[in-house]
């Protein structure tokens, strides 16, 4: 007999204010918490499902599950589902992180400052857990009360379709078998392995909110530029003389990798960078407008890099949706 996802009541609709929202930290433990509900739900205890909760709730910025919600908020949508509907997003990030430090992936022995998932628990339990992850995903997703069928639905092909072998599986596929590459080639490998998850995030807020098309577009275009510079950033955190202990995983990875640093310099990577957060912005502005939570979020993810000057509540003037020079410079094809 299949059960039906509960009702979650640690974050009611009443509760969707701004007192709420303007906390990002409050908001963050509340999707520590059905995180937690949601993996403790069968009441199992072995070492795969320590090793499910372990990669679920380590240390972490809980980037892509805020997203949907802060994005939903500021497009005027505080449906009590949405929490789930982020979670599932941080569960499927979670089991892609398992996936992409085992020995034949990235062979990474350190993940948010701890040993990876199979350092501690064995590589048979990390495949297994990065399994199940996946599954509890889309479980949570399709049996979540308080959302339409066809809203459902939509939902979880976009999931599925971000996963995929168009998705997270081709980019980590690109990324081992690529060889050398053009800088083109390693946008795009970017834009599977960080920018779609962003992507998803956005897609399913405006999914949940009714947005238009252009809105959904426009939120697109600002995860994929978000998603370049999160990738150029994590190069430059890999590169030389950084800290294991300051950034929580192994550094020098990359070394001899096809990146965008490696292949074309790193002054040229930071001009990269620097354009991915101004098209990222502007993108995002276009969407929700000049003053939103979703643009104080990215702007305290990127302080150092921008340096003040991007993710500034200032009203952003209205225009047209038409594809931007910049937009076409990040895509590189």
Do not use: W
Request: proline share 3%; net charge neutral.
């Amino acid at each position: 007999m299949t059960t039906a996802t509960p009702r979650y009541d640690g974050l009611r609709l009443k509760k969707f204010d701004d007192a709420v929202f303007d906390d990002i930290d409050t908001l963050r433990s509340a999707i520590d918490d059905r995180i937690e509900q949601l993996l403790s739900a069968n009441g199992q205890s072995d070492s795969l499902a320590k090793a499910m909760r372990t990669s679920a709730l380590s240390a972490g910025k809980r980037m892509r599950p805020l997203l949907v919600m802060l994005v939903a908020r500021d497009l005027g949508c505080a449906s009590p589902a949405l929490i789930d509907v982020a979670c599932s997003v941080e569960l499927v990030h979670a089991a892609s992180l398992i996936l992409d430090d085992l020995p034949c992936m990235d062979d990474a022995s350190l993940r948010r400052g701890k040993p990876a998932i199979h350092i501690q628990f064995g590589q048979d339990v990390a495949i297994l857990a990065s399994v199940a992850l996946l599954s509890r995903a889309f479980g949570v997703l399709s049996q979540s009360q308080d959302i339409q069928p066809a809203t459902r639905a939509r939902l979880v092909a976009t999931l599925a379709q971000t996963v995929g072998d168009q998705g997270l599986v081709r980019g980590q596929f690109e990324d081992l078998h690529g060889g050398v590459r053009s800088p083109e080639a390693i946008a795009t490998t970017n834009e599977l392995k960080t920018g779609l998850l962003l992507g998803v995030a956005v897609d399913m807020a405006a999914i949940m909110c009714h947005a238009d098309e252009s809105v959904s577009q426009q939120l697109r275009a600002f995860a994929l530029a978000a998603g370049q510079a999160f990738q150029i950033k994590d190069d430059f955190l890999d590169g030389a003389g950084n800290d294991s202990a300051i950034t929580g995983k192994d550094t020098g990875k990359d070394i001899g990798k096809a990146t965008l640093i490696n292949t074309l310099g790193f002054d040229e990577a930071q001009r990269r960078l620097s354009a991915c957060l101004t098209e990222a912005d502007r993108c995002l502005g276009e969407a929700i407008g000049g003053k939103g939570r979703t643009r104080h979020f990215m702007g305290a993810l990127f302080a150092k890099e921008a340096k003040g000057a991007r993710f500034v509540a200032e009203p952003a003037k209205p225009r047209e949706l038409r594809p931007s020079p910049q937009l076409a410079e990040l895509r590189l094809n």
